[in-house]
């Protein structure tokens, strides 16, 4: 049983003891919410300075304290990313 990073849903795999199950690679990472747009947050990684939009979480949690300069946990693995956890509080300028 294996639940979806992306997604949340659930797989069986059924296969004898010797088979192999491909585990995706994670990469955790840090950015700063630069804006939200509809669907989607733009982020810019705290390390490479890149920007780029990740899809708006479906947790609510985190959806309600998501705002502009506030900084994410991001995950990446297979050519998607997604906002897993918010790490702090907004800088006030």
């Known amino acids: 049983m294996a639940v979806g990073l992306f997604d949340g849903a659930k797989r069986s795999f059924v296969g004898p003891a010797d088979a192999r199950v491909e585990i995706p690679i994670i990469d955790k990472r840090v950015g700063q919410v630069i804006a939200i747009t509809g669907g989607s947050v733009q982020l810019m990684d705290m390390e490479t ?11 609510e949690e ?3 304290r998501l705002e502009p300069s506030i900084e994410v946990e991001y995950w990446r693995s297979m050519g998607k990313s997604k906002v897993v956890r918010v790490r702090g509080t907004p800088t006030k300028a």
């Open 62 to 64: 985190i959806r309600k």
């Open 49 to 59: 300075y890149e920007v780029f939009e990740v899809p708006l979480p479906q947790e």
